[in-house]
């Protein structure tokens, strides 16, 4: 597999219709782990950081992906290619924009990556769609024993795995699923919900993880505690008690919405198609913002235009890597906001395809 | 001719296509006249008002209006009847509001409209499509000589014809063009455009005259100087020199945006057009806005999906009364915007004809 195979298709937890996938996009588990009798990586030099690299770079290409998995070194790939990665969540922001050996090995369908020298040795992520965690547990464990058949990872018998920050000392396990609270925001309840979350210890989040804004509705939720609770615990408490209630807020406000406002729901939802299928050029934020509204209408079965399956692609190729990968050239903002507008009109126009 | 009648088909002024009408909408002149040996209306007793309704009246409809005229006394019309009178540009928002015996005669096809009982006895009033002044003036000219026959007016052999309003003395006329400025509106020049109109001591008015505001950029300007120069003066200076000026800064103004700008261009038509015909629910300030941008596009060959005969009927059809009058029903502000939006998209939709 190489990288530019990536931009032509959305990865498997993009396509497919996992369980409450009406609200919850995806799901994610990563482990966050480090090889024993190596330094952290703030204190690691050149030398130690592509020894680490390497080792585990091996491991994790025999252990975990599988055939035709894909190794990165981001040291000698494009900024577009990195940018690419983080639009598909395959690698976080800071491991796009750093310096130094680092890497991401994916898994063919993208349901699996593992970014090398990231801020710990080794980050493995498992992505599938809706609501799986369990299914991930039991997938992200399978890996992270094959891979301990392989290496050493730093373990302490009373504070467990270490790791470079303290907050993922322990289990270094993170939790997180991606939400579409459309109707929540439109119902102004948003913040309420987002505050009990918070008031939870969870960490509510954007697009694209740390330190990013809720585009379009979506909003990242992930459990903080690594520490003094076993995984399946953790699991269990977010998985079957915590994301279950927030999808049924977001339920109940679209059904509120129906009953109630229904013109005003159909307007929101049929503008942002008329906008989407006749701008000439938009950014990408308006682009996601409208989307959303199309994904909810489609959800909520009052959109039978658009399908969605390219709902969920658009949400990938209107942003401006994938967009300038599908346009084969490096292209300026205004450009870019032209090609997005043309891509948009193709796919949500049924006469014009 | 019912009144009922006006509310299925829009004026002739609106449909045909005069002179510069991509830019001039419609040319009007209007005279004011005081019958001789009665008070000004501020003066005048109801009974004497009453006096002064049958006697032009029944004038105006033998010299002025041709066969199937309408006379509408105003009051035994309803508030709705009135409102539509308004949104025709057939009456001012002052007679529709206004108490006591007064009333509007109208052609059958629009084309002329005389108030009773405004701010003078009688406002006469000619009305074409795009820019044609002269024309108009002969008509108006006629219809006077022809009313002179039958009454006569306060004439003073100083100051000309007498009128309620010192601003009015003289020849009493008043020259009107309605203008579509949307491109200097987007180039930022308009300002700069009416402020030069203002020093000319010409008024700009919005789309309903004195005290409204320019909606969907239009904008209605009108001499206002009556006194000391010849109507053929006023009209020549207006018609041949202002206005052609005018005109001549909206199409350098769509022409430097077809080149310099084309997609923001596009973007602006083709997201109304997206708008409109997706909307679920609009009000009418909004549906003229979006509107302005389409008839744009059209006298831009940018927007061949819909007729300029489309775009103007729905100007006047988007409106409360007429949208009511259609649906044949009295309709709250949130039942009109819904059935606004309906209206909208069944005309903007060929397939859904």
Chains 1, 2 share one sequence.
């Not at 703030?42 to 994790?60: F, G, T």
């Not at 020298?117 to 965690?133: A, F, I, K, P, Y």
């Not at 084969?328 to 997005?340: C, F, H, K, V």
Request: glycine share 6%.
């Amino acid at each position: 597999m190489l990288i530019d195979d990536l931009a032509k298709r959305p990865g498997r937890w993009l396509t497919q219709e996992g369980p409450r996938s009406d609200v919850v996009i995806s799901s994610r588990i990563r482990l966050a782990r480090n090889l024993e009798n190596h330094r952290f990586l703030s204190r690691a030099d050149d030398s130690e950081r592509r020894h680490i690299y390497r080792a585990l770079a091996d491991a994790v290409m025999e252990c975990v992906l599988g055939e035709e998995a894909l190794l990165v070194s981001m040291e000698e790939t494009t900024v577009l290619d990195r940018q690419l990665l983080v639009e598909r969540h395959l690698v976080s922001r800071q491991h796009a924009e750093a310096e130094g050996c680092r890497g991401v090995a994916i898994s063919a369908d993208e349901s699996r990556a593992v970014m090398i020298n990231e801020e710990d040795h080794l980050r493995l992520q498992c992505l599938s769609s809706g609501l799986q965690l369990d299914e991930l547990w039991t997938e992200i464990n399978q890996l992270d024993d094959a891979l301990e058949q392989r290496v050493r990872f730093a373990f302490h018998e009373q504070y467990g795995y270490l790791t470079a920050c303290p907050t993922n000392v322990g289990t270094g396990i993170r939790v997180s699923v991606m939400l579409h609270l459309p109707a929540l925001k439109l119902t102004n309840e948003i913040d309420k919900v987002l505050r009990a979350a918070r008031d939870m210890k969870l960490a509510v989040r954007g697009l694209f993880g740390e330190g990013t804004d809720a585009i379009g509705d979506f909003f990242q939720i992930s459990n903080q505690t690594t520490l003094g609770r076993s995984e399946a615990e953790i699991i269990e408490d977010f998985g079957c008690r915590v994301i279950p209630k927030i999808v049924d807020y977001e339920l109940a406000a679209r059904k509120s919405l129906a009953q109630n406002q229904p013109y005003q729901l159909d307007d929101r939802i049929w503008r942002a198609h008329g906008i989407l299928s006749n701008a000439r050029t938009i950014g990408t934020e308006e682009s996601l913002f409208l989307l959303s509204h199309i994904r909810l209408g489609i959800q909520m079965g009052r959109l039978k235009e658009v399908s969605i399956e390219t709902a969920n692609e658009l949400f990938l190729f209107v942003q401006r890597a994938h967009l300038q990968k599908k346009n084969s050239a490096a292209m300026e903002g205004e450009q870019r906001s032209i090609a997005r507008a043309e891509l948009l009109r193709d796919c949500l126009n049924p006469s014009s395809r």
